[in-house]
């Protein structure tokens, strides 16, 4: 017999399932939020519907600084998975506050703002990205952020 998935397993699988969706060339980031071991609202990173997506006609960079000087880029045209989750549950009248995200990357410090706005208590990713970026956020917030790591 084999062994059966623990929670945290179960549902960063789904968010890498999810991730397959993704539009955007440069990444694809699945996100599952859960309440009491359910599926509330899955997002992955791509356009808003209906527009063109980056695999399509490209990605549209852009060259942002933050506060300490370090350059980043981003995609102009993409929306990131963890607001496409929220946004999913907002369209069908569910509340996320409470629930847990899973993320198949950290989440970027404007996405952490939001989900600790949304009422998120914790955060589960599987592979970290920029985690000095967001120390200062969580270190002065009642968000968990916890590693799930993925093969």
Known sequence: MTQRLD???YFMSIAR????????????????????RNIIATGYNGSPAGQPH?????CLIYVSKNPDGEEEENCFRTIHAEINAITQAAKHGVSI???????????????LKT???CGI????????YKIHNIKELIDNSAVELIHIPLD
């Open 97 to 111: 506050n409470g629930a847990d995200i899973y993320i198949t990357a950290s989440p970027c410090y404007h996405c």
């Open 54 to 58: 980056c695999t399509d006609v490209g």
């Open 121 to 128: 208590k914790r955060v589960f990713y599987a592979k970290p």
């Open 115 to 117: 989900l600790m706005n």
């Open 17 to 36: 399932m999810v991730s397959e969706r993704a539009t955007c060339a440069r990444a694809s980031i699945g996100a599952v939020i859960v309440r009491d």
């Open 7 to 9: 929670w945290n397993t």
